[in-house]
């Protein structure tokens, strides 16, 4: 025990004698949660359309008017005809384009019905869906207004204010804020990236220094060398963890409805998995470079298929199956259970009982990989 | 357990097709300074590394201090100190914690981590850098430092390796007086070098040539077994046959 304070002083020692570290730690991932928290949304906010008026008229100008006033549309183009329309999308000076076909306003006038068009560059398929919910939103508002319905039109085109009426209401994020949404796993990420990067480069580093070898021709324990390794970087990520959250709370307002011990209590645990990868992987690489590689590579696909960025549910089976021994989903998956929806122990038992197992089995192979021998 | 600080039985070891340490057998008794030569690449290191568990041998065996290098590896661990051919202290600590870390490790008091500070520091004259980095601090100092530190929790046997590799020659001399002390206390010695000239101040000598040891015994032993003047001599002959 007393050895391992002794090793745990030294690293807390390096880290803070050495400034890039610090500003690693302390600095970047406040910077990046800020930064990435504004950029990373998928709320709509004067998304940039253009506006093919071919009809011209009174209902199509009012149209145009409630579009722009909802303040989630901006008028990029409003033009008569469909000239340079789709150099505009390709362009992406425009997300989408809504086109207002000639005798829209007679044939609401006599038919009460008419087609409208909304064309959207549909490689951002994300946005694109938003986008066009958006819309449609604004468009069955204008409908239910005018007392009519503007039914399916051409080809591609969207149907508007079917005599259904579909209203959809998020639940647990009713405001639709996305930032409430994306701090839990920005924060996650960030936390993964520095903790699971600051433990395995450490050691790499001490391999390529040569003062590992020094360490192992004490009598450590290999024990001893892993906890020794593990908790200083562990303490750290906890502190990263808890600014970031702090600053979720403080300037993004995330709501914190459920435990807040348990969240620390699940981070804990999350990342002794976290690091246990960062010691499991420096114990077969050689350098700091090959270090880098390997953790970048484990690391891009435990973030992309945790279900930060595309659903879990919507990927193959296969995928499904891997994202159910990923650490990064289940613990995206607790906090946004426990700060958003306020979920409790039950919620919250199964995933982190896998975390713990995860913790356990990382730690183990990590030791028994551990070579007090050079390869 | 066998009285002998180190013993090596037909110890090899090979990476790939190339056999780096080919079954030296050798051994060394308790309070020997023991003096391992060779150019480089003559496989010094190779087969120190397997004497402090750092490397497994490919076949033989070894005790050191009564124990086996492979299956006791730990105990081995507890009774010898090891300086390392590329600098191993830690840049980034000064001197008083790289002392307190390695006290520490090995289990030291508090109370015992102060006194022999003081003393070790005392001994290379080091006191005034005792909060430096030990970065800042020069080679020749920096190497007596990792010399004593590799003492600090009193071996019975240290390994050098190359200690006085790129140092001048008045730390060199120093170095030797140092590695005397340590011996006359009864620790026992291997270290290192190509240096010939430090050679003559060991007990007993070795030299390698291509991974097997082509020569052994007090330095007398061996320039009278090749009727060489120095050792010098002997070395060229054994390293470039045809030569001298």
Known sequence: MRTILFLMRKEFLQVFRDKATVFQIFFIPVAQLLILTNAATFDIKRTALAVVDEDRSTVSAGLVQRLEGGGRFRIARYQPTTAGIESALLDREVTAVLRIPHGFEEGLVRERHAPVQLQFNAEEGAAAGIVQAAALAVLGDYARELGVTLPRGAAGAMAVGA???????????????????????????????????????????????????????????????????????????????????????????????????????????????????????????????????????????????????????????????????????????????VLVKGAGWETVAKPLAILAAGGVGVLALAVRQYSKQVQ | MSALAIDARGLTRRFGDFTAVDAITFHVAQGEVFGFLGANGAGKTTAMRMLIGLLEPSSGSATV????????????????????????LYDDLTVQENITLYGGIYGL????????????????????????????????????????????????????????????PITRRRFWEMIYETAATGTTVLVTTHYLDEAEYCDRLSIMVDGAIAAMGTPGEVKGAFGAASLDEVFLRLTRPGAA
Not at chain 1, 255 to 263: C, E, F, H, I, K
Request: proline fraction near 5%.
């Open chain 1, 163 to 337: 005599p259904l009426e579909l209203r959809t209401q998020g639940w647990f994020n009713p405001s639709r804020n996305y930032k409430h949404y994306m701090v839990p796993a920005i924060l996650v990420s960030l936390t993964t990236i520095i903790g699971l990067l600051l433990t395995a480069q450490n050691i790499a580093r001490e391999k390529e220094l040569g003062t590992l070898d020094q360490l192992n021709v004490t009598p450590i324990t290999k024990g001893q060398f892993i906890t020794a390794k593990l908790l200083p970087f562990w303490i750290l990520s906890l502190v990263i963890f808890t600014m970031g959250l702090m600053i979720g709370k403080v300037v993004f307002g995330i709501p914190t409805r459920g435990s807040v011990p348990l969240v620390f209590f699940s981070a804990g645990i999350y990342l002794v998995v976290a690091l246990g990868i960062g010691l499991w992987i420096s114990t077969f690489t050689r350098t700091q470079q090959q270090t880098m590689f390997v953790a970048l590579f484990i690391m891009l696909i435990y973030l992309l298929m945790s279900g930060l960025f595309t659903p879990v549910e919507s990927m193959p089976r296969w995928a499904q199956w891997m994202a159910e021994v990923n650490p990064v989903k289940h613990f995206v998956f607790i906090m946004r259970a």
């Open chain 2, 65 to 88: 201090a009564g124990y086996d290098v492979v299956r006791d590896a730990e105990a081995v661990r507890r009774n010898i100190g090891y300086m390392s051919q590329k600098f191993s």
């Open chain 2, 109 to 168: 008091t508090n109370a015992q981590i102060a006194e022999r500070t003081r003393k070790l520091l005392g001994r290379i004259g080091l006191e005034h850098a005792r909060k430096e980095l030990v970065r800042r601090i020069p080679l020749g100092w920096k190497q007596q430092l990792a010399f004593s530190v590799a003492l600090l929790h009193q071996p019975r046997i240290i390994f050098l390796d190359e200690p006085t590799g790129g140092v001048d």
